[in-house]
């Protein structure tokens, strides 16, 4: 299977997370986990056909979907889908004409990470990324993909509303150009872009960086057992981040298995395991009373239907644009990927 | 056909082939070489000719689905985008620094080990030592080293070009320490006493026996080191800053636009067969 670092843990990371050897043993299904660092990966790597099962974010699932690399699936296999959060089902990046692709895993957004000894007091704003002016100006990291120029259009919507930016992945030919000007003008501040979680802690816990965009995975991995080094928050402005779907591989031999492990994924107990595990909100409703922490919700705001509303789930930009406007043509994921690419080379 | 007869033990469909083998000179050649040349053809010239193939390619902007229609798109974007240009002569730019370092390294280590030591394959040995650890490790290891807050405090120079040239530099350093040892072993001793006997003062005497053996031997180092340094990618994500060299765009590229990293790839084996041209007209190839 192909994975999200920290959403298949089989006891390699660390002997006391593992949901894939119980689940072995139950099943006697045999698991292989490789894990991915961008959803472009994920959708290279799945292509080879060489795995059964993937849990894709919304800029990968749809180009699975039409790639012809997944197959429909039926929930009522998969009877712990019954418990997910209703919010999370038949959404545009896991059901295509009525047809179900996959089963909601959970989702998060993606966060301000920051050094503590930097920043005592918790940045709120993701000003500190974008201003020339900015405190952490020479130590800030961004994530080293095209879809990262969502994240200046996130920050272009409160601070240039005559853009009139209404979702970051449907941006017309103005309104991405003005995003991609603004990570040009970012450069200066970047000490350097990640897509390792490993590298990123690591800088963040030295203080070779103090403000990064990411995941609260790699605060938790970079403070280890009791470090309190690196902190998270979610700025005003609102942020990207993911609704994750885990799909079937198209002629997978394995289909029995796939389907066993997409219920055992979201039932109550791993999903709690895995939520916390990565410090996301959960899928299933019935994970929330059984986290070790029985804040976790509460702190990853599963049940508020509220604090969704300004994370933007990643999705994949085509030129129909994905906010219904019909009057412009949008800037395809392609010409993201390319324009990245240019971007930093220069 | 003497040994054939001499043995009775071969069988007599073996001796028949021996036989054959015997009086087709051309079949025997054709015998001993096809392994190679199918291994050459197969893994080399196959994958590079589809390599070239694909960039002229194109990709279905949304699946990422390779489009099999002809176009010259993306090798003429490649060619004509200051950015990536700047990309070649910044990673061709790594290749010499590292190059050069590695032989102002290797060569009073390889004059040592060869000419003076009496423990050559001992020193060698510790030589090769590094090429025993993971690539990963050594690299995380400059990267916490060199860090800004790290272990050598103000005086690191921090994330950047130099750090990947002093990383690449020590990971490549015993892939041209050994071939300068080799060749400077072959003087051990007699060649430089027959020269001062024969009245070649020392710089002669560097000129016409050092020299000649030297040169093929750096240049069958720098091959090393250089093709090395041009391919590595990993070292500058970790000790890079923001800073990326030609193998990140591929990196970053084959996944959602197979094409366009082709034509990526087709830089570094222009300045790669361009390279190895230049040092075949010094005539430093021959002699290896």
Same mark, same amino acid.
């Given at each position: 299977m192909l994975a999200w670092p920290g959403y298949a843990e089989d006891g390699s990371t660390d002997p006391a997370v593992d949901w894939v050897t119980p689940f072995e043993q139950q099943t006697g299904c045999q698991v292989t986990v490789k894990t991915f660092a961008t959803s472009a990966e994920a959708v290279q790597l799945f292509s080879t056909g060489e795995y059964d099962v993937v849990s894709a974010s919304g800029d990968a699932s749809l180009r699975l979907v039409y790639g012809d690399r997944v197959q429909p699936v039926n929930t009522s296999l998969a009877p712990n889908y019954a418990d997910i959060f209703p919010e999370l089902k038949d959404k545009p990046w896991n059901s295509v004409a009525g047809t179900n692709y996959g089963i909601p895993h959970g989702r998060g957004a993606n966060l301000l990470l920051y050094n503590t000894a930097a920043f005592p007091t918790a940045?709120?704003?993701?000003?500190?990324?974008?201003?020339?002016?900015?405190?952490?100006?020479?130590?800030?990291?961004?994530?080293?993909?095209?879809?990262?120029?969502?994240?200046?259009? /996130?920050?272009?919507?409160?601070?240039?509303?005559?853009?009139?930016?209404?979702?970051?992945?449907?941006?017309?030919?103005?309104?991405? *150009?003005?995003a991609v000007e603004l990570v040009r003008q970012q450069k200066p501040l970047v000490a350097e872009y990640w897509a390792d979680v490993v590298k990123q802690g690591q800088g963040l816990a030295s203080g070779t960086v103090t403000q990064s965009q990411g995941w609260q995975l790699t605060a938790n991995l970079a403070n280890g057992e009791s470090g309190t080094s690196v902190a998270t928050t979610k700025p005003v402005e609102g942020a990207t981040g993911w609704s994750d779907t885990w799909m079937i591989k198209k002629d997978s031999p394995n289909v029995n298995c796939a389907y066993l492990w997409l219920n055992h994924v979201v039932s109550p107990q791993v999903n709690a395991q895995i939520a916390e595990y990565f410090g996301e909100a959960p899928a299933n409703q019935k994970?929330?009373? @059984?986290?070790?922490?029985?804040?976790?919700?509460?702190?990853?705001?599963?049940?508020?239907?509220?604090?969704?509303?300004?994370? $933007?789930?990643?999705?994949?930009?085509? =030129?129909?644009?994905? *906010?219904?406007?019909?009057?412009?043509?949008?800037?395809? $994921?392609?010409?993201?990927?390319?324009?990245?690419?240019? @971007?930093?080379? %220069? | 056909m003497t040994t054939v007869r001499t043995r009775g033990t071969v069988a007599p469909s073996g001796r028949r082939v021996a036989a054959l083998l015997h009086r087709a000179p051309r079949l025997r050649l054709a015998g001993l070489l096809a392994p190679a040349l199918l291994w050459l053809v197969l893994l080399y010239l196959v994958p590079l000719g589809l390599l070239l193939a694909t960039a002229f390619f194109d990709t279905d902007s949304f699946t990422g689905r390779i489009?099999?229609?002809?176009?010259?798109?993306? /090798? /003429?974007?490649?060619?004509? %985008?200051?950015?990536? @240009?700047?990309? /070649?002569?910044?990673?061709?730019g790594v290749a010499v620094g590292v190059t050069l370092l590695c032989v102002l390294l290797a060569l009073p280590l390889a004059v040592y080990t060869a000419l003076v030591s009496r423990r050559p394959g001992l020193l060698v040995a510790l030589v090769l030592t590094p090429l025993w650890a993971s690539y990963l490790v050594k690299v995380y290891a400059w990267r916490i080293l060199l860090a800004p807050e790290g272990p050598l405090g103000g005086a690191s120079p921090g994330y950047g070009w130099f750090a990947v040239i002093v990383t690449l530099t020590y990971l490549w350093l015993p892939y041209m320490?050994?071939? +300068?040892?080799?060749?400077?072993?072959?003087?051990?001793?007699?060649? +430089? =006493?027959?020269?001062?006997?024969?009245?070649?003062?020392?710089?002669?005497?560097?000129?016409?026996?050092? +020299?000649?053996? +030297?040169?093929p031997a750096v240049a069958a180092g720098s091959v090393f080191t250089f093709s090395l340094s041009l391919g590595d990618y990993i070292t500058v994500q970790l000790v890079g800053g923001t800073g990326q060299m030609l193998g990140n765009l591929v990196y970053q590229n084959f996944s959602t636009d197979l094409p366009f990293a082709a034509a990526v790839a087709v830089l570094p084996l222009i300045v790669m067969a361009a390279y190895l041209l230049t040092i075949r007209r010094t005539g430093a190839l021959d002699r290896l």
């Open positions: 940045p709120t704003s993701w000003k500190d990324m974008w201003d020339p002016a900015s405190p952490a100006k020479g130590k800030i990291s961004p994530y080293d993909d095209g879809i990262y120029i969502a994240d200046a259009a /996130v920050y272009l919507m409160s601070t240039r509303p005559e853009l009139g930016i209404k979702n970051p992945y449907a941006l017309d030919r103005t309104q991405f *150009d003005a994970s929330c009373a @059984l986290t070790t922490n029985k804040e976790h919700c509460a702190v990853f705001h599963a049940e508020e239907t509220d604090f969704w509303s300004n994370v $933007y789930y990643w999705t994949t930009p085509v =030129e129909n644009c994905v *906010d219904g406007r019909t009057d412009v043509k949008c800037v395809p $994921y392609d010409e993201w990927a390319r324009t990245w690419s240019e @971007l930093r080379s %220069t | 489009t099999y229609e002809f176009t010259t798109e993306n /090798v /003429v974007d490649v060619l004509t %985008t200051p950015a990536y @240009l700047l990309t /070649v002569a910044r990673t061709v320490v050994l071939p +300068l040892h080799a060749g400077l072993t072959s003087m051990r001793g007699s060649y +430089l =006493e027959a020269a001062a006997d024969l009245g070649a003062r020392p710089w002669t005497a560097f000129r016409t026996v050092v +020299l000649p053996v +030297l040169a």
